[in-house]
């Protein structure tokens, strides 16, 4: 049998799409994921394998050699580590883990990319006795925090656990086969069509020490195989036309390996998955209810993160305009609602591991960015958790498209500048277009998204910028959303005041007569009218009124309420 402790395995995972290359030098920033190096002649190989624990302690990610560091990243070509297969039995040697070390012959140069997966759960990674992170350029000691941190997640990988006594016939034939064909096509790589059943599982970290793991099973797994063994791993489907329809309209019950039913569940969503015309003016695209990328992303996290040690079932209703998936757990520790786009942390390595390497799922945790994402540019809702509680995870997708004109406004700020923008970015955009406060967390992206054009700051308000709305024709929206300018504003309440010569008009009023700029800002109008002549306080504090014209003289009462 193999032993996956034995030597190093074959790559399968190989080689990296130019276009997928091409992708990590456009991304808008280096992350915890991505190291960048030109490295034109040599690179140390130390210095490479501190990287890659670096990487591995953070999440996985690359270290990618030939690269210019600085934006707009370059190909420059690199010289370093012209043997790449030696360098990776080096690093087996080294580390005792799997660095997948590949070169990619681009156009422009050869690049050298270093492939880290995730450290184990609980498990900080060290060379050399060095537990290392990085901050900023530079590799760093994890502190001693971060450290309890990673020992004290206990919960082992139940996906990880080997079933004894369970051989290969324990497998859906099909399943094998989806697999086999989804690794070979989304990585590029026809070799994996020809291994064996056995090579095929040990690369994919399914088959270790002899035997199949839980998540062979739940992956590949007969209906026979997963009654025995692991009963609860089963998705459950369901579609009601409406929230108080009972019974359900139709319901499906898949039993077998997520291999041989993934594609299937997709279809049935889309039977039903209404396309929605956008219309504004004379722009129309069709938009579907529930988008493909989406869907599956949400089902693969199902898969990935759900509690198997506990009975029940994975739920998908499906609803006209709404799409409930339900897994049995909570959140795995460290993960909430709020930080689900910071934090990574699968309740089930060995399965997302697997998924990783046929590219359904990245181990870095871009997927859940490119679902908030997707859903933004549709101005449909971002994702909701409500009802998630310790038991279990209730992820709602509501389909209506909300706003039209942001699907419109996106497409005029166009796909190249779209290409910069991150996840935060993309957030950002959508509070400001639901003219809701952005939230701290995403105020550092604010002044980026001003300079490139996107969104502007009137007063403490950001608003989609003027120059995009004038692209759409709508500068009459722009208008209103602004508000007035502010020489009209100081009209209005000069026009107030003169009306209401006799008796005064006390602040409260004032405040009614420009409810959307607030008290403070219309104090601060008052006092610079106040400096021009314009207009003069009676009285002191909240009980003081305006009237119009300059202040009568020294008896005249100053104001406090005014700055």
């Not at 000691?141 to 369970?166: C, T, Y």
């Not at 009568?552 to 100053?558: F, M, Q, T």
Request: some cysteine.
């Amino acid at each position: 049998m193999l032993n996956a402790r034995s030597a190093p395995p074959s790559d399968p995972q190989m080689p990296t799409p130019i276009t997928e290359l091409e992708r990590w030098l456009n991304a808008p920033r280096e992350d915890e994921h991505l190291e960048f190096k030109e490295a034109k002649v040599s690179f140390e190989f130390q210095k490479a394998l501190d990287y890659c624990v670096a990487l591995a302690n953070e999440g996985g990610g690359r270290l990618v050699l030939g690269v210019s560091n600085a934006r707009p990243r370059r190909i420059v070509g690199t010289a370093a580590f012209p043997d790449v297969q030696h360098a990776r039995e080096q690093a087996w040697q080294v580390l005792r883990r799997r660095i997948d070390v590949e070169e990619i012959m681009h156009p422009e140069g050869r690049v050298v990319v270093f492939h880290a997966l995730s450290r184990p759960r609980g498990e900080a990674l060290q060379r050399e006795g060095k537990f290392l992170m990085r901050a900023g350029e530079q590799l760093v000691p994890m502190s001693f925090d971060r450290l309890q941190q990673i020992a004290a997640e206990s919960e082992p990988d139940f996906s990880a656990g080997a079933v004894a006594q369970v051989g290969f016939d324990a497998l859906d034939a099909v399943a094998v086969e989806n697999f086999r064909s989804v690794w070979a096509t989304r990585s590029g790589n026809p070799a994996v069509r020809s291994l064996s059943t056995a090579q095929l599982l040990s690369d994919a970290g399914l088959f270790v020490g002899g035997s199949l793991t839980r998540a062979a099973l739940i992956l590949l797994g007969s209906e026979d195989a997963l009654r025995q063994h692991l009963a609860a791993a089963e998705v459950i489907f369901e579609y009601r036309s409406s929230d108080g329809s009972l019974p359900y309209q139709q319901r499906l019950e898949f039993r077998r390996g997520f291999f041989a039913w993934y594609e299937e569940l997709w279809e049935r969503i889309n039977l039903r998955n209404d396309r929605q015309m956008v219309l504004d003016g004379l722009f129309r695209v069709e938009l579907p209810t529930f988008d493909e990328a989406v869907v599956r992303e949400a089902l693969l996290n199902a898969i990935s993160h759900r509690d198997y040690r506990r009975p029940g079932s994975v739920f998908v209703r499906q609803f006209p305009k709404r799409l409930e998936i339900v897994s049995p757990g909570g959140f795995p520790p460290g993960i909430t609602p709020e930080n689900v786009l910071d934090r990574q942390e699968p309740r089930n390595r060995c399965i997302a591991e697997a998924l990783s390497r046929c590219r359904l799922v990245e181990r870095s945790g871009q997927g859940m960015d490119r679902m908030y994402e997707r859903l933004i540019r549709n101005s449909q809702p971002r994702p909701d958790f409500t009802g998630t509680d310790d038991h279990q995870v209730r992820l709602i997708l509501h389909g209506e498209i909300g706003n039209p004109a942001f699907v419109r406004f996106l497409e005029k700020l166009g796909a190249e500048r779209l290409e910069s923008f991150t996840t935060r970015d993309y957030l950002v955009l959508d509070h400001v277009q639901r003219e809701e406060p952005v939230p701290d967390t995403l105020r550092a992206q604010v002044k980026r998204l001003i300079d490139l054009g996107a969104i502007e700051r009137v007063g403490r308000r950001l608003l989609l910028s003027r120059a995009l709305y004038g692209q759409l024709g709508e500068r009459g929206t722009y208008t209103r959303k602004r508000g007035l300018d502010h020489e009209t504003n100081k009209a209005l309440l000069v026009k107030h005041i003169r009306e209401n010569a006799t008796e005064g008009s006390p602040l409260a009023d004032l405040v009614q007569v420009l409810p959307q700029l607030g008290q403070r800002r219309v104090q601060l109008l008052l006092a610079e009218m106040r400096r021009s002549g314009e207009v003069h306080p009676r009285g002191l504090r909240r009980w003081a009124r305006w009237y119009p014209g300059p202040d009568e003289g020294p008896d005249e009462a100053s104001d406090s309420s005014a700055p």
